[in-house]
């Protein structure tokens, strides 16, 4: 089992950073594919950006692409970050982060094919 705990979230204005943070307690996570998805109000959850177990393969979804970066703590392997640089309000949402043990390439995740998703951190964007 792996817990996954969500920090760094919280209300910035438009156009601010925030980075976003994904531990496991007692777990190294470089054995999961890591992924970081999103759920407005009244809407599904959507994806956001995917990371391979090496850190080397990332994709970031049309929509946060040269905004956000999904990247791995290399050293501890317990944490996995998204940096997420000129918000929009349209980026307000919660977002989850997720593991995955599916042996595929991250190109092929789909939301049915992750293992464990944390609680969840909840990103608000004045305008």
């Known amino acids: 089992q792996v817990q996954l705990v969500e920090s760094g979230g919280g209300l910035v204005q438009a156009g601010s950073s925030l980075r976003l943070s994904c531990a496991a307690s007692g777990r190294t996570l470089s054995d999961y594919v890591m992924g970081w998805f999103r759920q407005a109000p009244g809407k599904e959850r959507e994806f956001v950006a995917v990371?391979?177990?090496?850190?080397?393969?990332?994709?970031h979804t049309d929509t946060v692409k040269g905004r956000f970066k999904i990247s791995r703590d290399t050293a501890k392997k317990n944490t996995v970050y998204l940096q997420m640089d000129s918000l929009k309000p349209e980026d307000t949402a919660v977002y989850y982060c997720?593991?995955?043990?599916?042996?595929?390439?991250?190109?092929?995740?789909?939301?049915?094919?992750?293992?464990?998703w944390g609680q969840g951190t909840q990103v608000t964007v004045s305008s």
């Open positions: 997720a593991a995955g043990k599916e042996p595929k390439p991250i190109s092929t995740y789909t939301l049915y094919d992750w293992n464990y």
């Open positions: 990371i391979s177990r090496t850190g080397v393969a990332t994709l």
